[in-house]
């Protein structure tokens, strides 16, 4: 697909209903029969966070009545022991961005010991791979490089949002109060974690006011790292959700038809990369994505609610499966790291002891 020029791309995001349909059954043609997903826990170790995004009902102020500053380690790893008698596989870590900036929060890392949030994550993964069979993914936000190299040693895999490639949107309601959303600083991330050959999760936020170009334009940012590096094993197309009580409260969502031609773009540009929609965001309209192009329903959690989605639950498993074997599909549970990463290459001895005990 390399010889599709931008203009051919965009022509792409922009045909009709002939256009994509042909394009949806060329994609099936090539597919494999295989859905996967993987059944998670989520651990939001923090809601402190230093971006102020406009879609976000996640971030707390340290002040915040219902803040967690931190999430102490014996109740992340008594959450991480249910986890694993649901026979759980990943261990899903998030917090909000440069958290220990402030104040509240070093404060708590410091009363258990550790002198940044990246020091307290080593641990928590650490403790994942010792004392569970699941396996740690993790998604910090931004981070220097020698950082990514310490939790790559616990990590099967790592994420982090693209979200879009403009620098215009940083003076939009979306970013124009979110340092860390600055696509230069994402994309450097991203690109470390190649040179550092981490499998690594990313995509884009669709309808938070970008334009067509700008989608495709991310598209290719993506594409253009992963072309050198390898690393990229799965890209989420996610759509925007209007939230009470959000600065973008009042912004449309992308129509359906907006969100298909993504998911079919994404995957002929990216033939060999899974490609995501978030199932709890799109439930009703959750098959029409696996006949775009979508071939993985991402972490799925019989323990834990989406807590940056609150309003949206998961969907049973035995939903994902009816509408899987509708469509002809086999849903097949994955590991946090795709199987063609699970080399040394990739990952660390530690990781690759640990998936070889699980044995799924």
């Known amino acids: 697909m390399s010889e599709l020029s931008k203009n051919d791309i965009v022509d792409y995001m922009n045909s009709g209903y002939k256009e994509i349909t042909s394009l949806m059954d060329e994609l099936n043609s090539l597919k494999d029969p295989q859905i996967t997903y993987s059944k998670n826990i989520f651990l939001p170790i923090t809601n402190i966070c230093r971006n102020e995004c406009g879609y976000c009902i996640y971030r707390r102020s340290p002040e915040s009545f219902d803040a967690t500053i931190l999430m102490e380690s014996d109740e992340v790893l008594a959450m991480l022991m249910e986890a694993n008698k649901y026979s759980c596989h990943e261990a899903l870590f998030t917090f909000g961005e440069g958290a220990d900036e402030f104040f509240e929060v070093r404060q708590a890392l410091d009363k258990q010991g550790y002198s940044s949030m990246v020091d307290y994550l080593y641990h928590l993964c650490s403790e994942t791979l010792d004392k569970t069979n699941l396996l740690p993914h993790s998604n910090p936000g931004i981070l220097k490089k020698k950082d990514l190299k310490l939790l790559g040693e616990v990590n099967a895999s790592m994420g982090l949002m693209l979200e879009n490639s403009s620098s215009r949107l940083m003076e939009t309601t979306v970013h124009s109060k979110s340092p860390g959303k600055d696509p230069k600083l994402r994309l450097k991330t991203i690109e470390d974690a190649g040179k550092l050959k981490i499998p690594f999760t990313t995509g884009l936020l669709i309808g938070v006011g970008e334009t067509v170009e700008e989608r495709v334009d991310s598209l290719l940012e993506i594409k253009k790292l992963h072309d050198k590096y390898g690393h990229i094993q799965e890209i989420i197309i996610q759509n925007f959700k209007p939230k009470p009580g959000i600065p973008m409260e009042n912004q449309l969502e992308p129509s359906l038809m907006e969100m298909i031609k993504v998911v079919a773009v994404t995957k002929l540009l990216f033939p060999h990369v899974s490609v995501q929609v978030p199932p709890n965001l799109n439930i009703d309209s959750a098959q029409m994505f696996l006949l775009a192009g979508a071939d993985d329903w991402g972490g799925v959690s ?52 640990k998936i070889s005990s699980i044995g799924l």
């Not at 969907?315 to 699970?342: D, Q």
């Open 302 to 353: 019989p323990v834990t609610g989406d807590y940056v989605n609150p309003e949206a639950p998961w969907p049973e498993l035995s939903k994902l499966k009816s509408l899987t074997e509708e469509l002809g599909f086999k849903l097949v549970e994955r590991l946090p790291v795709y199987p063609k990463y699970i080399t040394h290459e990739f990952l660390s001895e530690r990781i690759i002891e």
